[in-house]
């Protein structure tokens, strides 16, 4: 444990942040959606409920995240890498960096090549800033929200613990700690060791490329997606993976290629692809992961664990099934 939490816990909030860390509680809320604002986002009683404008840019964010046969679309999978590339920018040497807002705040952290593609979601981050900054939103938050909200809105996506209350910084995030497409299985896992990950953490992260596409890595074959349902949250990415060939139509990044067959990975990768049971092993273990990401890395190191507020009845519930076609 770091932090403030290494002095024990003095709130709800903290002892969530804890348990979410340690393993002693679910990262993921389960809970039935009740939250309902308590008036417009210019009153007094919305401005005096930390949740409300939280709410309102909820109701906004799906809207642009979901396509019209229900799947999440190109908008959402880029909130998806927004966040963890904003997030990621960080190690236990860095000094600074991680779930900080940079990745909008400073142009010239955006345009690296590891961002190549997060131009247009960048953009959308910005405009929901202009308008809600004035009700103290801030980018940091924005950035880890619109990922949450993003995960949800692709059917059977976790609805991931939210907290606010992180910093913003518009210092460019050190650069070398996003992980590169071509990077080989030892880089990789020594990258998110450095990050206070394991390879089970590693393995349940990558997953995530269930919803994504590729454009920058081969530019010939731009547009493919990595798994067979890229608008749906399942663990198809997992079983196709562990195939000694990218099916037909599919991409595989030579990254993910470079760790299907490591034996660090092998166990948690088959375990994911399991069509009984591994839909909710991983996305229990995506959240916890992402969750670490996304609170340790800002929240706990910046010691305001214990202040932070949590927001977690504002993202709604997704599609706990879905039945439909892409």
């Given amino acids: 444990m770091i932090g403030d939490l290494v002095n024990g816990t003095t709130t709800r909030v903290g002892e969530q942040v804890r348990d979410c860390l340690t393993g002693d509680g679910d990262c993921t809320n389960s809970t039935p959606k009740t939250y309902t604002p308590p008036g417009d986002l210019n009153s007094e009683a919305c401005?005096?409920?930390?949740c409300c404008v939280w709410e309102y840019i909820q109701r906004n964010l799906t809207v642009l995240f979901i396509d019209t046969n229900g799947t999440c679309n190109n908008l959402a999978r880029s909130a998806v890498r927004?966040?963890?590339?904003?997030?990621?920018?960080?190690?236990?040497?860095?000094?600074?960096g991680g779930a900080d807002g940079s990745i909008v705040l400073n142009a010239d952290e955006i345009s690296r090549s590891e961002n190549s593609g997060l131009q247009t979601i960048r953009s959308t981050a910005l405009d929901f800033l202009e308008v809600y900054g004035d009700y103290?939103?801030?980018?940091?938050d924005l950035v880890q929200f619109m990922h949450n909200v993003a995960t949800v809105a692709c059917p059977l996506g976790p609805?991931?613990?939210?907290?606010?209350?992180?910093?913003?910084?518009?210092?460019?995030?050190?650069?070398?700690?996003?992980?590169?497409?071509?990077?080989?299985?030892?880089?990789?896992v020594g990258l998110f060791e450095n990050k206070t990950f394991s390879a089970?953490?590693?393995?349940?992260?990558?997953?995530?490329?269930?919803?994504a596409h590729q454009f920058f890595t081969e530019l010939s074959r731009a547009g493919l997606p990595l798994d067979s349902t890229p608008g749906v949250w399942d663990t198809n990415?997992?079983?196709?993976?562990?195939?000694?060939?990218?099916?037909?139509?599919?991409?595989?990044?030579?990254?993910d290629d470079a760790l299907r067959t490591d034996?660090?990975?092998?166990?948690?990768?088959?375990?994911?692809?399991d069509s009984s049971t591994g839909q909710d092993i991983w996305t229990r273990r995506y959240a916890r992961a992402y969750h670490c990401d996304s609170i340790r890395i800002r929240v706990i190191?910046?010691?305001?664990?214990n202040s932070s507020n949590s927001i977690r009845d504002v993202v709604g519930h997704g599609l706990g099934k879905f039945y439909g076609t892409e």
């Fill in 82 to 96: 927004l966040g963890f590339h904003d997030a990621g920018a960080w190690s236990t040497s860095s000094g600074w």
């Fill in 237 to 255: 990415f997992y079983s196709e993976l562990l195939s000694s060939s990218s099916p037909s139509g599919l991409f595989r990044l030579p990254s």
């Fill in 159 to 188: 609805r991931v613990l939210t907290y606010v209350g992180r910093h913003d910084d518009d210092t460019a995030a050190p650069v070398g700690l996003v992980p590169s497409t071509q990077s080989d299985a030892d880089f990789l």
């Fill in 136 to 140: 103290g939103v801030g980018a940091a």
């Fill in 263 to 273: 034996s660090r990975l092998t166990v948690s990768l088959t375990t994911f692809a």
């Fill in 301 to 305: 190191t910046d010691e305001c664990s």
């Fill in 200 to 211: 089970i953490d590693l393995a349940s992260l990558i997953g995530a490329h269930t919803v």
């Fill in 47 to 50: 401005s005096a409920d930390a």
